[in-house]
């Protein structure tokens, strides 16, 4: 998933607009060049195909049903 359609994702169920993207050049400044910039401007796929395979069953199996209960206990 790319952060785009995570950002896309999460204001669906905040219902909230969210159309803007901000550029990593801002989020540097704002947390500085160290492991906290890093960490959110990295990139990592993974798959959790050994969980999987040994039959393991997520709770919220997909983003947009665990954004919805994250949101729903929020509110």
Known sequence: M??????????????RPAFLAVPSWALRVALGA????EVVLAS??????RLLARGFR??????????A??????S
């Open 44 to 49: 990592q796929r993974v798959q959790p195909e």
């Open 34 to 37: 160290g492991l906290a910039s």
């Open 58 to 67: 997520f709770r919220h199996p997909t983003l947009d049903v665990a954004l």
């Open 69 to 74: 209960n994250l949101v729903g206990a929020a």
């Open 2 to 15: 790319t952060n785009r359609s995570f950002t896309a994702e999460l204001g669906r169920a905040l219902h």
